[in-house]
Antibody, heavy 124, light 107 residues
């Protein structure tokens, strides 16, 4: 069974860089029907898709998240069964829960497996 | 971008009640509409994908219907473990977006 687990710092100061890792077990990251993505949830708000990546390196980001434009990078290391999220110049508005998830292609595509989530707080 | 609306924003029902949550998208999304349950303090989990397909391992009391712009999630017999916030999400076109959620409580 596929399992995903996020890791990374829980507390950052404004302007610092967030680096999160998602460790994948139970399935190959080179599965042609899988995209590896990040979703966040600001406190008390709805879920926001940040972006996702295919094992080949092809990546798509959410163009509607203007606040993240130019600051976010998703990368992947299939040899370590991990993928990563990097957000530079963090602000208080970037605080929230960050989830890694697999987007499965099964006719339609949907997020079928999620990590437990990691809380990120940006505060001075 | 396709906007996703849900109703109601919250509801309270008794164990055993039938519960219906609706989702409406601003443009047609065919059947690229999915439902998730997020229990308090937990990650979301998919219940229904492709508008009406029950995800493996999900209890049969959950069902989904609809196509185009109007969709419904039904819980035929509400259980205590269904206390959660329910989200619909489309994956018709980028950006994938989630609805604002429906909070379900048990009386």
């Amino acid at each position: 069974q596929l399992q995903l687990l996020e890791s990374g710092p829980g507390l950052l100061q404004p302007s610092e860089t967030l680096s999160l890792t998602c460790s994948v077990s139970g399935d190959s990251m080179k599965n042609s029907k899988s995209y590896w993505g990040w979703i966040r949830q600001p406190p008390g708000k709805e879920l926001e898709w940040i972006g996702d990546m295919f094992f080949s390196g092809s990546v798509r980001y959410n163009p509607a998240l203007m606040s993240l434009s130019g600051r976010v990078t998703i990368s992947i290391d299939t040899s370590r069964n991990q993928f990563f999220l990097r957000v530079t110049s963090m602000t208080v508005e970037d605080s929230g829960f960050y989830f890694c998830a697999r987007r499965l292609i099964r006719g339609v595509s949907y997020f079928d497996s999620w990590g437990q989530g990691t809380q990120v707080t940006v505060s001075s | 971008d396709i906007r996703v609306a849900q109703s109601p924003s919250s509801l309270s029902a008794s164990v055993g009640d039938r519960v219906t949550i609706t989702c409406r998208t601003s443009q047609g999304v065919m059947n690229y509409l999915h439902w998730y349950r997020q229990r308090p303090g937990k990650a979301p989990e998919v219940l229904i994908y492709g508008a009406s397909n029950l995800q493996s391992g999900v209890p049969s009391r959950f069902s989904g219907s609809g196509s185009g712009t109007d969709f419904t999630l039904t819980i035929t017999s509400l259980q205590l473990e269904d206390v959660a916030t329910y989200y619909c999400q489309h994956t018709h076109s980028i950006p994938w977006t989630f609805g604002p959620g429906t909070k379900v409580e048990v009386k």
